[in-house]
Each structure stands twice: as structure tokens, then as C-alpha cells.
């Protein structure tokens, strides 16, 4: 097996454990590693640096979107009155 196949199965994995987690964190490292088994792909052969930033950039950047899109409403509520007061 290439090694853009190995690639690919650990990208389907982290999204199946993400099914069983819920935390879309893992998700956002299904993605990376899903934009690094493509480029392993396109490009024919393997760049460890290549490869390891395309994972961490994507990686990172899907966790933010993922953050942004899944936000529950209730989590950014202010307290209408001072929380310390007796």
C-alpha cells in the first residue's frame, strides 16, 4: 500500500472515532489528515515537512471553523446580575 492509502484509512478512523466522541475535535484532525493523504496523492510520493505541515495547517484551521459552526448559543451568555453578590 502507498503511502497516501495509509493516509486516507487514519483520516477515515479519526472520523469514525469522532462519531463516538462528539467533541468535533477529532473531526478537525479527520480533515487534516484527509488534506494531507490528497496531497500525498497529487504530488505522487511523500515530504515528511510537506505533509506534517498541510496536516497541522488544515488541521487547525477546520478545529476553528468546526468551533464556529457547531457553537451552542447557550455558551456565550452573559449573567444579567453579579454572580458574587450574597
Known sequence: MDAYQ???IAALVLGMA???TGSF???G???G???AGL???LAGGVSLNRDLLIFALVSAL???AFRKIF???DDHQSADTDVNRY
Request: net charge positive; glycine share 0%; aromatic share 12%.
Open 6 to 8: 495509509w493516509t486516507l
Open 18 to 20: 469522532e462519531l463516538l
Open 25 to 27: 475535535v477529532l473531526l
Open 29 to 31: 484532525l479527520a480533515v
Open 33 to 35: 489528515a484527509l488534506a
Open 39 to 41: 496531497v500525498q496523492w
Open 62 to 64: 477546520s478545529f476553528l
Open 71 to 73: 457553537r451552542k448559543a
